[in-house]
């Protein structure tokens, strides 16, 4: 009997590439078949496969493999500190009484989308820079504000990133190679600016971090001198968060960190009691942490020449922007933001939805947030989805990335390290994006944040990115 002849006598077990339904029809007809996940490198687009091909080249490719091994290297060896709050003014390099820093890439006043608009008008207001929201549009659009994104700053800013003079900030210190970066504070859950809301309510919490929340903070820390955040952080991954939109733990951590200097201060026992009461509103109180700490690793690893590793994913709600290592300085690489998929607040539909918006996406840039969502199933009741999905999204960006963090392990992954390093090159080469989970705002301003879900940046994004480093890299 012929080879062919005994290979259709056999039970057959095919393994189907490219069209799924192709599988299913196979199963129809009582045989084995299994679905290779499958997609040409590039989309199968030349310019971007002949850009792979250039850095496969032997010299080129072990210039970028010790350029990547570098820039992974200074991610997973920082150490970031938290030594102090002070105000925007004080501390952020470049912020003036009328500059405004936001999310994202760069964007323009008559580009912003409605969220952002209704952060700007806010901040302007609460600067006294505008008697009222109507004023405020008014001054936003006469070119007396400079807008500049939050990253070019060296700051990070929650979803619109809307950070103006008096905020008072978060200032973190990587102990290993002396950067440092900022965030403002957690405005906690409710209607908040970050989300684009502006209503009086906003403005007199604002007040009331500016004159006791950030004070107090600051004055606890001048006693504490300085805070590991890195191990906080594995302690909150192997307690249930993936510490971007989960931080049940992390948030319990910090306060328990804070209390005793915060007892310590010569603010009024009302005084913190309201601070206490405010940290306990919410378990967001440590998000914006999180994010400063990434940032201050990722910006140690940003500016090595032939480096493809993604130092900065941002949004700023109408474009999608990265940053790699190998292009210093603000070089951004954008496509269009998308839509964010999860569940809804009650009374809002999927069409009530902006998109997506924030700095936020610094976590899973580091390798937490969605990265790590196999540390934390419960987070699939905000986000949407399965425990299983949450499993594989850690596994599967696995794919994009070049090594695990040791420092920072998930326990259902045998205590593995989170995913580390996003090569662009093997984003293109695989077709997989960044899973990123986050908050979705109501796309009018004034409004606030209307549910959470998933997310994935442009592809885009990351092939104006190959082919920009394609051309700087030579043999």
């Known amino acids: 009997m012929s080879k062919i002849n005994e290979l259709f006598n056999g039970k ?9 339904f192709f599988k299913d029809d196979i199963i129809k007809q009582n045989a084995n078949a299994s679905h290779l996940d499958w ?5 199968g687009k030349p310019e971007l496969i002949n850009a792979l091909d250039r850095l496969e080249n032997v010299a080129v490719a072990e210039k970028i493999a010790a350029a990547n091994k570098l820039a992974v290297e200074r991610i997973i060896n920082s150490q970031p500190m938290l030594v102090g709050f002070d105000q925007a003014i004080n501390v952020v390099p470049g912020m003036t009484k009328t500059t405004i820093l936001h999310a994202g890439p760069p964007i323009t006043w008559d580009k912003m989308c409605g969220a952002m608009k209704g952060a700007v008008t806010g901040a302007i207001v609460f600067e006294g820079l505008a008697k009222d929201i109507e004023e405020a549009e008014q001054v936003a659009a006469s070119g007396a504000i400079t807008f500049s994104p939050c990253h070019e700053h060296n700051c990070v800013g929650s979803m619109a990133g809307v950070t103006s003079a008096s905020m008072f900030m978060h200032v973190v210190k990587n102990k290993t190679y002396g950067n440092v970066a900022y965030t403002n504070l957690s405005e906690q859950m409710a209607k908040i600016l970050r989300m684009g809301a502006n209503d009086e309510s906003v403005i007199a919490r604002l ?23 890195r191990l906080m952080l594995a302690q909150a991954l192997h307690m249930g968060d993936e510490c971007h939109n989960r931080n049940n733990a992390g948030t319990s951590l910090l306060i328990q960190a804070l209390t005793p200097y915060i007892l310590e201060t010569e603010f009024t026992k009302e005084q913190k009691r309201e601070v206490f009461d405010f940290v306990a509103s919410s378990d967001y109180f440590s998000g914006p942490t999180w994010m400063a700490m990434c940032k201050c690793a990722l910006d140690a690893a940003h500016g090595i020449e032939n480096s493809t590793i993604v130092t900065t994913m941002a949004r700023n709600g109408v474009e999608f922007g990265i940053r790699v290592s ?9 496509g269009p933001a998308q839509k964010v998929i999860g569940p809804m607040f009650a009374g809002y539909k999927p069409e009530d939805s902006g998109l997506d918006i924030g700095d936020s996406a610094i976590t899973e840039t580091y390798g937490i947030g969605g990265f790590a969502m196999a540390a ?9 989805g399965t425990v299983e999905e949450a499993i594989g999204f850690s596994t599967t960006m696995k794919e994009i990335t070049t090594a695990e963090n040791p420092n920072v392990t998930i326990p259902l992954l045998d205590f593995s390290g989170v995913p580390t390093g996003i090569d662009i090159r093997q984003v293109i080469q695989t077709g997989i994006l960044p899973i990123i989970n986050t908050a979705i705002a109501h796309k009018d301003a004034g409004i606030g944040m209307i549910g959470a879900g998933i997310t994935y940046p442009p592809m885009e ?4 990115a190959l082919l920009a480093v394609t051309e700087t890299i030579s043999e």
Do not use: C, Q, Y
């Open 461 to 464: 994004a990351f092939e104006k």
């Open 326 to 334: 190998g292009m210093a300085g603000n070089t951004w690489f954008t």
């Open 39 to 43: 997609k040409p490198p590039g989309g």
């Open 12 to 20: 057959i077990h095919a393994i189907n590439v490219g069209i799924e």
């Open 207 to 229: 007040n009331w971090m500016r004159d006791v929340l950030g004070p107090m903070l600051r004055d606890a820390m001048k006693i504490a001198g300085e805070i590991d955040l």
């Open 376 to 384: 934390a199933p419960a987070i699939v009741a905000l986000v949407g």
